[in-house]
């Protein structure tokens, strides 16, 4: 229930090409759900994130669609450029029933972008 | 002028010591986290700490021990280090419980020999 579930575990695109990375959760009670970047020796920085009341958010060439029935949301990186090469994190939370702010993260996903 | 940071940022220590990581955050943020990174990217929370009160304690070895002596520092005490304990710590920090996000240090790399 805590859970979620992050594909593929690696990507390999070309540059200024379409990745997208999709993830899937169970717990119903998840109402905000982010997606963090992180650099190798780096911690993961917020990218985009988006909140179950949308089904679709867009910040330049990041997207995340959003399916509340299924369960499931995905990053789409739209003209993907070798700088976007990092492994990516989705994440759930449950915001409006729990008062912790505790996130789940998923696997995470080594994305390379080739020139 | 650096949000969220740890130190040390490597730390290389044999088994059975004692160690501890610093983290402090410049944003004026009420809640504070630890994380731990295995070997395989997996972040997994530990500990949450809300205006120095205790929130989230995850199913970790009583060897870990946070501390919290004000809302911008949160610190994490390890005893008897354990070779599993090898993993990068992210300290981590957020407004109202994390409605806008977290901001992650750049991490402490813990190796045990």
């Known amino acids: 229930q805590q859970q979620v579930k992050q594909s593929p575990q690696s990507l390999i695109v070309q540059k200024g090409g379409i990745s997208i990375i999709n993830c899937a959760y169970e717990?119903?009670?998840?109402?905000?759900f982010p997606w963090y970047q992180q650099f190798p020796g780096k911690g993961p920085a917020l990218l985009i994130a988006?909140?179950?009341?949308?089904s679709e958010k867009k910040e330049g060439r990041f997207t995340i669609s959003f399916n509340k029935s299924a369960k499931q949301f995905s990053l789409h990186i739209m003209d993907s450029q070798p700088g976007d090469s990092a492994t990516y994190f989705c994440?759930?939370?449950?915001?409006?029933?729990?008062?912790?702010?505790?996130?789940?993260f998923g696997q995470g996903t080594t994305l390379q972008v080739k020139p | 002028d650096t949000a969220v940071s740890q130190t040390p940022k490597y730390l290389v220590t044999q088994m059975g010591n004692d160690k501890s990581i610093k983290c402090e955050q410049n944003?004026?943020?009420?809640?504070m986290y630890w994380y731990k990174q295995d070997s395989k990217k997996f972040l997994k929370i530990m500990f949450s700490?809300?205006?120095?009160?205790?929130?989230i304690n995850e199913t970790v070895p009583n060897r870990f021990s946070p501390k919290s002596p004000d809302k911008a520092h949160l610190n994490l005490h390890i005893n008897s280090l354990e070779l599993g304990d090898s993993a990068v710590y992210f300290c981590?920090?957020?407004?109202?419980?994390?409605?806008?996000?977290?901001?992650f240090g750049s991490g402490t790399r813990l190796t045990v020999v």
């Open positions: 981590a920090s957020s407004q109202a419980r994390g409605t806008y996000g977290y901001t």
């Open positions: 717990n119903t009670a998840f109402d905000y």
């Open positions: 988006i909140r179950p009341d949308v």
């Open positions: 994440a759930a939370s449950a915001m409006s029933s729990s008062n912790t702010g505790k996130l789940i």
């Open positions: 944003l004026g943020h009420d809640t």
């Open positions: 700490y809300n205006n120095k009160e205790l929130i």
